[in-house]
C-alpha cells in the first residue's frame, strides 16, 4: 500500500491484485450465510410467491408492486427484482443455499464497482483498495447481503455505479455509445429500486464540483443542467411508468401529521449516520419511536449530531479544497433524502439497516481518502518531517479485521426466522414486530401452543392488530379451540378481511355445529380470493351439512375445475351425484 518507506521499499501491487484481495475478503466472511435459511419476507415474497415461480407472470411484473401476489397497495415498483427472484427460483428452485450465493455474489460484484468508481475519481489505487475493502467489510451491509430480499441494494448500487461511470466516459469521450449505457443502466436501476432517481442530483452535483477552476456560477449551472437533461426526462417517464402500476406515485401507509414527521426526521438521520460510524447492535428491528415533542434524547440530541456531522463534511471540503470531498460527502447525503418520507414506510417500521447500502459508498471513499491521510501526519520525533508510512496500513488492517469480525458474529441471527426475531426482541423491547413476527413462526412450525402465549403479548398492546388476531385465531383452530377461534377471526375479518382469515372463520364455525354461519363465511373467502384452492370445497362440504346438495354438488364440481386432483372433492361430489340420483333429483348444471 505505501510506496516505500525509510527502511526500504515495499512493493506495488498491481490493480487486478489489489481488487482481488478485496473481493476475496468480502466473499469470505459472508460464506457462512449460504448455510441460512429463508427468513423474514422471503417466505412471503418467495417460498410462498407465485408471481416468482413462473415465467407466464412475467407481464404482471411491469403492472404491480412486488406484494401483488398478497393483493396488497404498495410502494414498492421493482419488476428488475422480481425477475432477479424468478431467475433464481427456475435456477434453484427453493434451496436457500445458492439463493444466499447469488445475493452474495451481487454484493461482491458491487463491492468490485465501488473499487472501480473510486479509483476512477481519485486516480489512487490505495484509496480505491481502501474504499472497497471497507463498503465489502462494512457490518451495515449484512440486511442487505445475508438476507436474500435484500438483493435490491446490491442491485442498485451495481447499476448505478456503472450508469455514472458510463456517464464520465460519455463526458470524456463525446460518444453517444458512453451516454446510451449510462440511461440504460439507470433505466435498469430504476426498475430495480425507487432510490436510482437520485443519479441526477449525484450527476448534477458532480458537474458543479469538478468544473470550478475558472468557470462561474451561472455556467456551472447550465452545464450541471445540460447534462442532468436526458436522465431527467428518463426519471419522468419512469414516475409515469410507476404511477400507472402502482395506481399511484407513493400510498401513505400511515397518517402522520407533518410536525411529527418533521421532529422524527433528525433521529432518523443520526441513526443512519451512527450505523456507519458504530456497526454495533445490528438487527432487523430497532426501537424507533415517533417523535412527538421538542425533547432533549429523540430530538435536540440527534438534530445536534446531523448538524456537527454536516458541518464537519462542509469543513472538511472547504478546507481541503477538494472537489472529490464534496462529492463523496453529496454521494452520503443525498440518498438518505427519500428514506425522510416516513409516511409511505410502515408504521414504526422506518429505519432499517439497508437503506444505507448506497450512502455508504459515500462514506467509505471518504474514510479511504481520510486514512490514506495518515501517513503524511508528522511523528513526535525530531525529525519533524518524517512521516508515518506505517500508519495507513496498520489503521487499514485493524478496521478491516473488526469489521470482518463484526459481520461475521452479527450475521449469525440471520440463520433463521426464530433466531432472527428473538434477537429483534432483545434488541428492540419495545417493538411489538419481532414478537408478532416471532409467534407466527412458532405457530407455522406448529408450536401453537408458544405462539398463542405469544399473541396474547402482542394484542395485550394492540387489541386491534389484525394479523395477530388472525394468527391467534388460527393457532387456536389448529389446537381444537373453536369457540377461542371464532372470536379472534372474527374480530380479524371485522378489522381488514382476507380470504384465509373467511376460510378459518368457516371452518371454526362448522366444528361449532354452524353449517349456515360458516357458508356466509366461505362465500366472503371466495368472493375475495376468487382462485384459492379449498374455498369451493369448503363451502360445498357447509351446503351439503345443511342438506343443499344441488348447490353442495355445484361447488364440489367448481372446486375439481380449479383443483382436479383433489381426492376429497371428487369422492364428495360422486357421493352427493348418487344421493341425488337415488332421490330422483336433477343434478344442477355447474355455473361456476
Do not use: C
Not at 407481464?59 to 427484482?81: C, H, K, S
Not at 445475493?103 to 458491487?110: P, Q, R, W
Not at 489512487?124 to 474504499?131: K, L, M, P
Not at 421532529?263 to 426501537?287: E, N, Q
Amino acid at each position: 500500500m505505501p510506496e516505500s518507506h525509510p527502511g526500504g521499499s515495499t512493493p506495488k501491487f498491481s490493480t487486478s491484485v489489489l481488487l482481488g484481495v478485496v473481493l476475496a475478503a468480502t466473499l469470505l466472511v459472508y460464506l457462512g450465510t449460504l448455510q441460512f435459511e429463508f427468513v423474514y419476507d422471503d417466505l412471503g415474497q418467495i417460498v410462498s410467491n407465485p408471481v416468482v415461480q413462473n415465467w407466464k407472470y412475467v407481464p404482471l411484473m411491469f403492472r404491480g408492486n412486488v406484494w401483488m401476489q398478497q393483493l396488497a397497495i404498495g410502494n414498492y415498483y421493482r419488476p428488475l427484482f422480481l425477475l432477479w427472484l424468478l431467475v433464481n427460483h427456475t435456477l434453484f428452485g427453493l434451496h436457500p443455499a445458492w439463493w444466499h450465493l447469488t445475493t452474495v455474489l451481487a454484493h461482491v460484484a458491487a463491492t468490485a464497482m465501488v473499487f472501480a468508481l473510486a479509483l476512477r475519481l481519485t486516480g489512487e489505487r490505495r484509496a480505491a483498495f481502501i474504499a472497497a475493502l471497507l463498503f465489502g467489510l462494512h457490518p451495515v451491509h449484512l440486511e442487505a447481503v445475508a438476507w436474500i430480499s435484500g438483493a435490491p441494494e446490491p442491485m442498485l448500487a451495481v447499476l448505478l455505479i456503472a450508469a455514472f461511470l458510463a456517464y464520465l466516459n460519455y463526458r470524456e469521450r463525446r460518444q453517444g455509445r458512453w451516454l446510451a449505457a449510462s440511461l440504460g443502466a439507470y433505466a435498469l436501476g430504476l426498475l430495480s429500486k425507487e432510490t436510482a432517481v437520485v443519479l441526477p442530483g449525484l450527476l448534477f452535483a458532480y458537474e458543479w464540483l469538478f468544473n470550478g477552476g475558472g468557470e462561474s456560477r451561472w455556467r456551472r449551472l447550465l452545464a450541471g443542467v445540460r447534462a442532468v437533461l436526458p436522465f431527467v426526462g428518463l426519471t419522468v417517464a419512469y414516475l409515469g411508468l410507476r404511477t400507472w402500476a402502482l395506481h399511484g406515485l407513493a400510498h401513505k401507509t400511515v397518517n402522520l401529521p407533518v410536525r411529527i414527521e418533521l421532529l422524527t426526521i433528525p433521529s432518523v438521520l443520526w441513526f443512519y449516520l451512527r450505523l456507519l460510524v458504530a456497526p454495533v447492535g445490528l438487527s432487523v428491528f430497532y426501537d424507533t419511536p415517533y417523535v412527538t415533542h421538542v425533547g432533549i434524547r429523540y430530538f435536540a440530541l440527534p438534530l445536534a449530531g446531523v448538524v456537527a456531522a454536516v458541518a464537519l463534511l462542509v469543513w472538511w471540503w472547504r478546507r481541503s479544497r477538494s472537489a472529490l470531498v464534496g462529492f463523496a460527502s453529496v454521494w452520503l447525503l443525498l440518498p438518505l433524502l427519500p428514506l425522510l418520507n416516513l409516511s409511505v414506510l410502515p408504521m414504526g417500521d422506518f429505519v432499517h439497516d439497508r437503506y444505507v447500502y448506497l450512502p455508504s459508498v459515500g462514506f467509505a471513499m471518504l474514510a479511504a481518502m481520510a486514512i490514506s491521510k495518515l501517513e503524511k501526519v508528522p511523528t513526535l520525533s525530531r525529525q519533524k518531517r518524517a512521516r508515518q508510512w506505517w500508519a495507513t496500513p496498520v489503521v487499514v488492517a485493524v478496521i478491516a479485521i473488526a469489521m470482518a469480525a463484526g459481520t461475521v458474529i452479527q450475521s449469525l441471527p440471520w440463520a433463521n426466522d426464530i433466531v432472527l426475531y428473538y434477537h429483534g426482541m432483545a434488541v428492540a423491547p419495545n417493538n411489538d414486530l419481532p414478537r408478532n413476527k416471532l409467534a407466527a413462526t412458532l405457530v407455522l412450525r406448529g408450536m401453537y401452543q408458544e405462539g398463542i402465549n405469544l399473541y396474547r403479548v402482542v394484542l395485550a398492546n394492540d387489541p386491534d392488530y389484525w394479523y395477530a388476531n388472525y394468527r391467534m385465531g388460527y393457532a387456536q383452530y389448529m389446537i381444537g379451540q373453536y369457540g377461542e377461534a371464532e372470536r379472534y377471526l372474527g374480530r380479524a375479518v371485522a378489522l381488514q378481511p382476507a380470504g384465509d382469515e373467511f376460510y378459518y372463520l368457516g371452518m371454526a364455525r362448522m366444528q361449532l355445529g354452524q353449517p349456515d354461519g360458516a357458508a356466509a363465511a366461505f362465500e366472503q373467502a371466495i368472493r375475495l380470493q376468487p382462485q384459492a384452492a379449498g374455498y369451493r370445497y369448503a363451502l360445498g362440504m357447509a351446503l351439503r351439512k345443511q342438506g343443499k346438495l344441488g348447490p353442495a354438488l355445484e361447488w364440489f364440481k367448481a372446486e375439481l375445475a380449479g383443483n382436479p386432483n383433489n381426492a376429497e372433492a371428487r369422492r364428495e361430489a360422486e357421493e352427493v351425484q348418487s344421493s341425488l340420483r337415488d332421490s330422483g333429483a336433477a343434478a344442477p348444471r355447474t355455473q361456476r
